[in-house]
């Protein structure tokens, strides 16, 4: 591949990258966790209107749908996230190809092959970016697009040259930045959705001959010159030969940001220990990035809670479930006190280890100057810590109720059964 561009590299590496039984399994496993999001989104207030806006727009065609899906999938902070490239790719991916292979009517093994296809591409540019790239940028926007149009390729069974033109136009759309965080406004959701519509209509555009630049990544005016200082060009294609990086997401237990999981699973399980009573102060290590998108003392909306160390930890430490009313207004009233005596700090060995693995300790300072401390190398959920098929179902299931759905499980078996080649079921 000496010579050629790092999409066409690219592509040529998800192309020929064998497929197994097992990948198919975890591809609908993880496609399930996007759609339970999707649909569980519905009952909430930037759902509502997204789903107001199609109904009044007349959403049919699949790059509108995909960013419909995309965006609803993104709202709970329940969806995926692979850890190396700091990707959603779930809330991009999945709504793409699931609005194309609706719409085509295109059966399990073929959708499963495009989820696989375009979680590799979003997250194998993600782990190029760079760490600079995250502080303004936020990853799941700006790499989701080149996932959305590899799996859009992929159902499209489009030739290598056309790939690669939809890799360029989707790098040319690509966007998002963090300050919706000041104001807890609900960009975020929108650039979910934008990602998956983005890579959709570059690769149906490819189909019919629009080019795009074959070097949009590493080109002198390309996508790491203008966004990523301290690129990694060669991640793009590093260990070809590794599982499907699809294998390699990890999958939320809690509906928080993924920063804050370490320190929550540590926190349950200093909460198990009996002595929340006798706790002066609570003190979380982690690294840089979780402090950067994850401290807020004082939280005032369920979404600023969700992106709060110090609420999380403290509703880890207290409540028995840490659930969507752990960050409602009267369990952040009900923490008040206990999060206030939460401290956060940058430590190693979490520092240097981020963003392979994402790790914290929690640690209580009691009464009397005794201390306890429980480290999370990895969070529950990880590929390390995986939750079992039985809790990964009744998540899916929790959030399907959640979204209004009356008979979850037989979605639930619908989704799953695409690992048999069925049919797509009906959302909605």
């Given at each position: 591949?000496?010579?050629?561009?790092?999409?066409?590299?690219?592509?040529?590496?998800?192309?020929?990258?064998?497929?197994?039984?097992?990948?198919?399994?975890?591809?609908?496993?993880?496609?399930?966790?996007?759609?339970?999001?999707?649909?569980?989104?519905?009952?909430?207030?930037?759902?509502?209107?997204?789903?107001?806006?199609?109904?009044?727009?007349?959403?049919?065609?699949?790059?509108?749908?995909?960013?419909?899906?995309?965006?609803?999938?993104?709202?709970?902070?329940?969806?995926?996230?692979?850890?190396?490239?700091?990707?959603?790719?779930?809330?991009?991916?999945?709504?793409?190809?699931?609005?194309?292979?609706?719409?085509?009517?295109?059966?399990?093994?073929?959708?499963?092959?495009?989820?696989?296809?375009?979680?590799?591409?979003?997250?194998?540019?993600?782990?190029?970016?760079?760490?600079?790239?995250?502080?303004?940028?936020?990853?799941?926007?700006?790499?989701?697009?080149?996932?959305?149009?590899?799996?859009?390729?992929?159902?499209?069974?489009?030739?290598?040259?056309?790939?690669?033109?939809?890799?360029?136009?989707?790098?040319?759309?690509?966007?998002?930045?963090?300050?919706?965080?000041?104001?807890?406004?609900?960009?975020?959701?929108?650039?979910?959705?934008?990602?998956?519509?983005?890579?959709?209509?570059a690769a149906e555009l490819a189909r019919f001959g629009?080019?795009?630049?074959?070097?949009?990544?590493?080109?002198?005016?390309?996508?790491?010159?203008?966004?990523?200082?301290?690129?990694?060009?060669?991640?793009?294609?590093?260990?070809?030969?590794?599982?499907?990086?699809?294998?390699?997401?990890?999958?939320?237990?809690?509906?928080?940001?993924?920063?804050?999981?370490?320190?929550?699973?540590?926190?349950?399980?200093?909460?198990?220990?009996?002595?929340?009573?006798?706790?002066?102060?609570?003190?979380?290590?982690?690294?840089?990035?979780?402090?950067?998108?994850?401290?807020?003392?004082?939280?005032?909306?369920?979404?600023?809670?969700?992106?709060?160390?110090?609420?999380?930890?403290?509703?880890?430490?207290?409540?028995?479930?840490?659930?969507?009313?752990?960050?409602?207004?009267?369990?952040?009233?009900?923490?008040?006190?206990?999060?206030?005596?939460?401290?956060?700090?940058?430590?190693?060995?979490?520092?240097?280890?981020?963003?392979?693995?994402?790790?914290?300790?929690?640690?209580?300072?009691?009464?009397?100057?005794?201390?306890?401390?429980?480290?999370?190398?990895?969070?529950?959920?990880?590929?390390?810590?995986?939750?079992?098929?039985?809790?990964?179902?009744?998540?899916?299931?929790?959030?399907?109720?959640?979204?209004?759905?009356?008979?979850?499980?037989?979605?639930?078996?619908?989704?799953?059964?695409?690992?048999?080649?069925a049919l797509l079921p009906n959302l909605f």
């Open positions: 591949m000496s010579g050629s561009t790092l999409t066409r590299q690219l592509a040529e590496l998800i192309t020929t990258k064998p497929i197994t039984a097992t990948d198919l399994r975890q591809a609908a496993l993880l496609t399930l966790d996007a759609v339970a999001n999707a649909l569980a989104a519905r009952t909430t207030e930037p759902g509502a209107i997204l789903l107001r806006w199609a109904g009044e727009t007349a959403v049919t065609d699949a790059a509108r749908r995909a960013f419909l899906l995309g965006s609803l999938t993104h709202i709970l902070e329940t969806d995926d996230l692979h850890r190396a490239s700091v990707v959603h790719p779930g809330c991009v991916v999945v709504p793409a190809a699931w609005a194309l292979a609706a719409k085509e009517g295109i059966c399990g093994h073929r959708m499963l092959k495009a989820v696989l296809w375009g979680f590799e591409a979003a997250t194998r540019v993600g782990m190029a970016v760079g760490p600079i790239h995250y502080r303004l940028w936020h990853n799941t926007a700006t790499c989701g697009p080149y996932g959305s149009a590899m799996a859009t390729a992929a159902l499209l069974e489009l030739e290598l040259p056309a790939i690669v033109h939809a890799l360029g136009n989707a790098g040319a759309q690509s966007f998002g930045l963090w300050q919706f965080l000041e104001t807890g406004a609900m960009t975020k959701h929108l650039h979910a959705g934008r990602a998956a519509e983005a890579g959709l209509l629009f080019t795009g630049p074959p070097a949009m990544l590493e080109g002198a005016k390309g996508w790491f010159a203008a966004t990523c200082p301290d690129a990694d060009p060669a991640a793009v294609t590093r260990d070809p030969d590794a599982p499907w990086q699809l294998l390699l997401t990890s999958i939320k237990p809690w509906p928080s940001c993924r920063h804050t999981h370490p320190a929550i699973d540590a926190a349950c399980a200093l909460r198990e220990s009996g002595m929340i009573d006798a706790v002066e102060q609570v003190e979380v290590e982690t690294y840089p990035a979780a402090l950067e998108v994850c401290n807020r003392p004082l939280p005032q909306s369920d979404y600023e809670a969700k992106f709060s160390l110090q609420h999380c930890v403290a509703a880890a430490l207290a409540r028995d479930t840490v659930d969507f009313a752990a960050f409602a207004e009267a369990a952040r009233a009900e923490l008040a006190g206990l999060r206030a005596r939460v401290k956060l700090r940058v430590a190693e060995p979490y520092a240097s280890a981020y963003p392979k693995a994402w790790g914290s300790a929690v640690t209580l300072q009691l009464h009397g100057g005794a201390r306890v401390t429980v480290q999370r190398t990895h969070a529950k959920g990880d590929p390390e810590s995986p939750l079992t098929l039985l809790e990964l179902i009744a998540k899916a299931r929790m959030l399907m109720i959640h979204g209004g759905i009356h008979e979850p499980d037989r979605l639930i078996d619908a989704v799953l059964a695409l690992s048999d080649d």
